[in-house]
Nanobody, 122 residues
């Protein structure tokens, strides 16, 4: 089992920044690919960003490329999502997730956090 707890969400004006954190406990954090997904009201959960087990590779959705940065600290069992130049369309609940496989869809992810709300006002 891996327990994931997100933090760092909140209300921010368009153009602002937020940094999300996801603290993991349980099984060896470095064994897992980590990703961020988000879900807006009435929409499906969508991929945001992912990072390899050592942090050497990353992948981003086109909608956030150049604005968001995913990183991880395996010594702290934590993955981060730095979000800059936020837009109202970034408003959603953001979830971190852990998987033994590299994927940009939710299905292979075994473990999920409870989510943190990000609201961007115009």
């Amino acid at each position: 089992q891996v327990q994931l707890v997100e933090s760092g969400g909140g209300l921010v004006q368009a153009g602002g920044s937020l940094r999300l954190s996801c603290a993991a406990s349980g099984r060896t954090f470095s064994n897992y690919y980590m990703s961020w997904f988000r879900q807006a009201p009435g929409k499906e959960r969508e991929f945001v960003a992912s990072i390899g087990r050592s942090g050497g590779i990353t992948n981003y959705a086109d909608s956030v490329k150049g604005r968001f940065t995913i990183s991880r600290d395996n010594a702290k069992n934590t993955v981060y999502l730095q979000m800059n130049s936020l837009k109202p369309e970034d408003t959603a609940v953001y979830y971190c997730a852990a998987s033994k496989v590299w994927a940009v869809v939710p299905t292979p992810y075994d473990y999920w956090g409870q989510g943190t709300q990000v609201t961007v006002s115009s």
